[in-house]
C-alpha cells in the first residue's frame, strides 16, 4: 500500500505543530523528566535543569539541525547531486582540522560565549572555504564541477591532516578528536546558539530569497542563465552564505551526519521539490529532527550519553528507508 | 523591412583558443521564423548561447531591438528572448506547471509569489503547447515529445518576442516532429513569436521557415530565403555533398534527398 501525502500547505501547518510540540516537550525529557510545575518554581533544582541546560541545549539543536538540514537542500540544489552533503565542499573537514590542531596543540582558551576549540574549527572552516573558494575561481567563472572537485580533494587531503595528527597524538588527544567528530551538542547556556544563529538566520534569509533561483539551478545552468538567473553571482551567495552557516554549526556541535543529507530528500518526498516550500519544510523538519535525535542521546543510555551523530543515522536511516519505499516513485521523479 | 529584432555584427567567438564563430553578420526580422542549419561542430549552438549570453564573444556585436545585448540585464534581456536547450532527458523531480512557471522568473522579486498576470501566463502556455492535462505529471514522468512541448511551455510563459530553440525536433518519433513543428508554426503566426530554430533537417527548414542561415566551420555560408537555399550548388557548399531533389506532393515545396555514394 501506498502512503497518501497530504496537501503541501497541510504538510507545512503539520511541521510548524510539530515543531512547536517538540521544542516544548523535549527539554521536558531527560535522565529525569522535569514536570511543567517546576517550569517557574523557586532557582536551582529542576528550573535550573530546564532553563540552564535543557533548554538551551534544545534550542542548539534545533538551530543546528535546521541550518545542517537546509545547507544539504542548497547543495544538492547546486550540483544536481542527490548525494550533496552540507560537508561536500570541504567544510566539516577544515572545522575537524582547527578542532584537531587545538587539541594536538593543548591549548586552553575561551572566548566570551565561545570555547576556543569552537574558534579553530570556525577558522579551520573559513579557510576551507576560502582555499575552495579560491581555487574555483582560477578558472573562469564559478564552475560547479570545479568547485565540486575542489571541495572534495580539500575535504579528502584536510581528513588526512586529521589523521596525521591523531597518529602523532598521545590516547588522551586522540580520544578527544575521535569524540569531537562524532558530533556531540553539549552546552551549557545559550551562548552556542547565539553564536550560530546570526549565520543560520542569514543563510536562511538568503535561501528563502533565492527559492526560485534554486529552482532554476536545479533544471541547469543554460536554462537558468536563458531565463534571468545571474547563475555565477547567485551560486556565490549561496556558496558563503551556507558554507558559513555550516562552518558556523560545525564549529559549536561537530560534524553531524545524514541530517543534512537526508532531511532535504525527505521533505522532497512529502512536499515536492519547489524550494519555495522546500526550504522552510527542509527547515523545520531538520530542526525536529536534530532535537529529537538529541534527545534520544542523552536520554537512550543516561545517565551517560550517546554522540547524536551516531543517533541521527541510525533513526534517520531505517525512517527514510520506509519512506523511500512507500512512494511508488524515485525521489528525483516525484508524484 | 524595419529594425531586425535581432542584429549580429562581425561576431567572433573563440572557446579555449580555438576559433568557434568568425565574423557572423545576421539581422533576424521581426515576426519571421528562421533556421539554422550546418553541419555537426559548425557553431550552431554556440551561436544561440552568444545571444542569451551563455558565451561571451571575443570581437563583434549583438543588438535586441537596437540596443546593445551588453547593456541589457539578466533578467531584462530573459523579458525578449527565451531558449529552448537541447532536450537531454533524464530526470527532474518538478511537475510540469512548476517548471513551466519557472519561465516567469524575469517578473518575480525575491520572496514574491505568482501575480495573476503570472498565472495567466502559465495557462496559457499550458493550453497552447496542449500540455493542461499533463501540469501536474512530473517532468520525469513525460515521453520525448511531452517533454519538449512541456520545455517550449516555459520558455513560451517567459512572454518573450523571441524564441531560440537547440534541435527542437531531434530524437522524436515522426507524429511528435510534426507536432512540435506545428507547435512553433503556431507560436510564430498566432502569437507573434519570432523564432531562430537550429535543426538538422534540411527538409524542415525549407517547410517551416522563410528564411535559413547555415554556418560551416564558423563561418556564415548562407543567409536568405529558404526557397533559394534549396539549390544543389548551395547545400553542396553547406554539407559537401550532393542532394537530389523532389517536390513536396502537397505543397510543390522542393524537398532534397542526401545522394549518397
Not at chain 1, 527539554?27 to 514536570?35: E, R
Not at chain 2, 523531480?93 to 525575491?110: A, D, I, K, L, N
Not at chain 2, 502556455?125 to 501536474?136: K, N, P, R, V
Not at chain 2, 507524429?175 to 502569437?191: G, K, P, T, V, Y
Request: hydrophobic fraction near 50%; proline fraction near 5%; aromatic fraction near 8%.
Amino acid at each position: 500500500m501506498k502512503t497518501r501525502i497530504p496537501r503541501k500547505s497541510t504538510c507545512l501547518i503539520i511541521l510548524l505543530i510539530a515543531t512547536i510540540g517538540v521544542l516544548i516537550v523535549t527539554p521536558l525529557l531527560g535522565m529525569k523528566t522535569i514536570p511543567l510545575s517546576a517550569l517557574f518554581g523557586p532557582e536551582g533544582g529542576d528550573s535550573d535543569i530546564f532553563w540552564k541546560i535543557r533548554l538551551p541545549r534544545v534550542i542548539t539543536s534545533f538551530i543546528a539541525g535546521a541550518g545542517l538540514a537546509v545547507s544539504g537542500m542548497v547543495f544538492q540544489a547546486i550540483f544536481r547531486n542527490l548525494l550533496a552533503t552540507p560537508f561536500t565542499l570541504g567544510v566539516a573537514s577544515g572545522a575537524s582540522l582547527g578542532a584537531a590542531v587545538y587539541v594536538r596543540l593543548g591549548l586552553a582558551f575561551s572566548l566570551p560565549g565561545l570555547s576556543g576549540i569552537s574558534v579553530f574549527a570556525f577558522a579551520g572552516a573559513v579557510l576551507s572555504i576560502a582555499i575552495v573558494y579560491g581555487l574555483t575561481r582560477i578558472r573562469q567563472g564559478l564552475s560547479t564541477s570545479t568547485m565540486l572537485l575542489a571541495g572534495v580533494a580539500i575535504s579528502f587531503f584536510f581528513s588526512s591532516l586529521i589523521l596525521f595528527i591523531q597518529y602523532m597524538s598521545n590516547f588522551i588527544h586522540s580520544f578527544r578528536i575521535v569524540r569531537w567528530l562524532m558530533g556531540t551538542i553539549k552546552v551549557v547556556g545559550f551562548d552556542s546558539a547565539v553564536t550560530m544563529a546570526p549565520f543560520v538566520l542569514t543563510g536562511g534569509v538568503i535561501v528563502f530569497a533565492l527559492s526560485h533561483e534554486l529552482n532554476l539551478l536545479m533544471m541547469g545552468e543554460e536554462i537558468s542563465t536563458s531565463r534571468g538567473v545571474n547563475v555565477n553571482k547567485t551560486k556565490a551567495i549561496l556558496f558563503f552564505a551556507v558554507s558559513l552557516m555550516v562552518g558556523s554549526i560545525v564549529a559549536v556541535c561537530g560534524p553531524i551526519g545524514f541530517v543534512g543529507m537526508m532531511a532535504p530528500h525527505i521533505c522532497r518526498l512529502i512536499i515536492g521539490a519547489d524550494h519555495r516550500k522546500l526550504a522552510p519544510a527542509t527547515i523545520l523538519f531538520g530542526g525536529i529532527f536534530l532535537t529529537v535525535a538529541d534527545t534520544v542521546a542523552r536520554t537512550l543510555i543516561a545517565p551517560a550519553e550517546m554522540p547524536v551523530g551516531v543517533i541521527t543515522a541510525l533513526i534517520g536511516g531505517p525512517f527514510f528507508i520506509w519512506l523511500l519505499m512507500s512512494r511508488s516513485s524515485s525521489i528525483w521523479d516525484m508524484r | 523591412m524595419g529594425n531586425p529584432l535581432i542584429d549580429i555584427q562581425h561576431l567572433s567567438l573563440s572557446l579555449g583558443g580555438k576559433a568557434i564563430l568568425q565574423n557572423i553578420s545576421l539581422a533576424v526580422p521581426r515576426g519571421d521564423m528562421v533556421s539554422l542549419i550546418g553541419p555537426n561542430g559548425a557553431g550552431k549552438t554556440s551561436l544561440l548561447k552568444c545571444l542569451i549570453r551563455i558565451y561571451t564573444p571575443a570581437e563583434g556585436d549583438i543588438k535586441i531591438d537596437g540596443q546593445s545585448l551588453q547593456g541589457y540585464g539578466s533578467k531584462a534581456l530573459a523579458r525578449r528572448i527565451s531558449y529552448v536547450p537541447q532536450e537531454e532527458g533524464g530526470s527532474s523531480p518538478f511537475t510540469v506547471r512548476e517548471y513551466v512557471s519557472m519561465g516567469r522568473y524575469p517578473y518575480f522579486h525575491p520572496f514574491s509569489s505568482s501575480s495573476a498576470a503570472d498565472k495567466e501566463a502559465i495557462r496559457s502556455a499550458l493550453a497552447i503547447t496542449g500540455m493542461s492535462a499533463f501540469a501536474d505529471r512530473s517532468l520525469g514522468t513525460l515521453s520525448g515529445g511531452e517533454r519538449q512541448k512541456a520545455s517550449i511551455a516555459a520558455a513560451l510563459a517567459q512572454g518573450a518576442e523571441m524564441m531560440l530553440l537547440d534541435e527542437p525536433s531531434a530524437f522524436l518519433d515522426p507524429r511528435n516532429q510534426a507536432d512540435i513543428l506545428a507547435l512553433l508554426s503556431r507560436i510564430n503566426h498566432e502569437q507573434g513569436v519570432t523564432i531562430l530554430s537550429v535543426t538538422h533537417d534540411i527538409n524542415t527548414a525549407a517547410i517551416t521557415s522563410r528564411h535559413a542561415a547555415a554556418l560551416v566551420e564558423g563561418k556564415l555560408a548562407y543567409w536568405g530565403g529558404t526557397d533559394e537555399l534549396m539549390e544543389n550548388d548551395i547545400l553542396k557548399k553547406i554539407y559537401g555533398i550532393s542532394f537530389l531533389f523532389a517536390s513536396h506532393p502537397k505543397t510543390g515545396v522542393k524537398l532534397v534527398i542526401p545522394d549518397a555514394p
